[in-house]
């Protein structure tokens, strides 16, 4: 059984390998360089958690910590905290510790400084906290503790939110034809993300209960039939429904639920010849490098907005890749996801979420909206 710092570096190294960046973009530093930097700050440990973080971009971050000094390299100046226990008044401490109980730092002389953006803010971990294995992270602004990350790994996750924005900006030049800045050989595309499972079925079925568990009711949605199936196939004139489709649609196949919140969507084997029509039509006015257009496998359709669909060249695989089609707007055709799993994956909702609009709602006044009967209660 792995204890608290394994589990800490296993987080860490999970969120990094998610990220989808090739090798040779960042650079990590070694245990030798992190104990030189530990040393320079003055502190004999270094919490597990940040230490696999900067064992994986400790040395040069690049794009992920654009314009902010981080890492082994970077010489930190150390501010002088302001509004500390025993800087403040009898009164101001008293508010302070009944506002924010355990939500101020205690160790600053022997905090840890992580990153430092133009000289005048710094994210750092109390000295109290180093002993922890993935301890918060505080925000100070000119002296003053502005704001806390809960714990290092949700500080890391932050960079899932900053390949994304420039995975995004690649699909936009790539839209508009515009030249790829030097970096673009170094981001994934999308579709790597979401490999093929080597067991489409188990991965379908643990993804769909995954979802139940946390608190969809199963009565929500709805599967297909094998005849149903067979007919959806026959409707699209393909030779074969891939394992992972027939999966999905064996399970959620004729009511989707929350995985397909817009009641306009048309999902699943509701598809048939006339939504292959207008999806074939679609591709026909835009470019595109699917292989196989007459062959492919419609799962979804948003009408005159987008279709989920299935290059007919990929038809034979048993957890193909998932294209969207916008014909809204800007109409373009991209391979979104590498697989089926992985598209159902990145679709299905998220429950908690899910829950927090809920009560946002009923906060304000507004009423519940109908699909939350769909969520069991906490």
Do not use: C
């Not at 987080?11 to 090798?23: D, M, V, W």
């Not at 993300?193 to 995954?210: K, N, Y």
């Amino acid at each position: 059984m792995m204890d608290a710092e394994q589990r800490a570096q296993q987080r860490i190294q999970s969120i990094f390998a998610g990220l989808g960046l090739r090798e040779g973009l960042v650079q990590g530093a070694s245990d030798d360089e992190i104990d030189r930097f530990a040393a320079t700050q003055g502190v004999t440990r270094i919490p597990a958690a940040v230490r696999e973080a900067l064992r994986l971009i400790g040395k040069q971050p690049y794009m992920l910590m654009a314009g902010t000094g981080f890492g082994v390299r970077h010489e930190f100046a150390r501010m002088r905290v302001r509004a500390m226990p025993g800087e403040m008044s009898e009164a101001e401490s008293r508010q302070t510790s009944e506002a924010e109980p355990g939500r101020r730092i205690r160790d600053a002389a022997g905090m840890l400084v992580l990153s430092e953006h133009q000289g005048y803010v710094q994210e750092v971990i109390d000295g109290a906290d180093l002993d922890q294995p993935d301890p918060p992270i505080w925000v100070i602004i000119e002296g003053e503790v502005t704001g806390r990350v809960e714990s290092v790994t949700q500080w890391f996750r932050h960079f899932e939110v900053v390949v994304e924005r420039h995975r995004q900006e690649l699909e936009r030049r790539d839209d508009l034809r515009e030249g790829r800045p030097s970096w673009a050989s170094y981001v994934l595309p999308r579709a790597a993300l979401t490999p093929p499972s080597s067991r489409p079925r188990d991965r379908v079925r643990e993804i769909v209960e995954a979802v139940f568990a946390a608190g969809l009711r199963r009565g929500s949605v709805a599967g297909a039939s094998q005849e149903e199936i067979e007919r959806f196939a026959a409707a699209q004139g393909v030779p074969r429904v891939p394992p992972a489709v027939q999966e999905v649609l064996r399970l959620i196949g004729t009511r989707p639920g929350l995985w397909m919140p817009d009641d306009t969507t048309v999902f699943g084997v509701a598809n048939g010849a006339q939504a292959k029509e207008r999806a074939v039509a679609a591709l026909h006015g835009m470019d595109h490098v699917m292989r196989d257009l007459d062959g492919i496998l419609v799962l979804a359709e948003e009408p005159e907005y987008r279709f989920y669909v299935i290059d007919g060249a990929d038809i034979q695989e048993d957890d193909p890749a998932v294209w969207e089609v916008h014909v809204h707007d800007r109409p373009r055709a991209r391979k979104d996801w590498g697989s089926t799993t992985g598209w159902l994956d990145k679709k299905a909702p998220n429950i908690e979420r899910e829950r927090m609009n809920i009560r946002m709602l009923e906060s304000g006044g507004e009423p519940a909206p109908d699909w939350a009967q769909d969520i069991e209660p906490r």
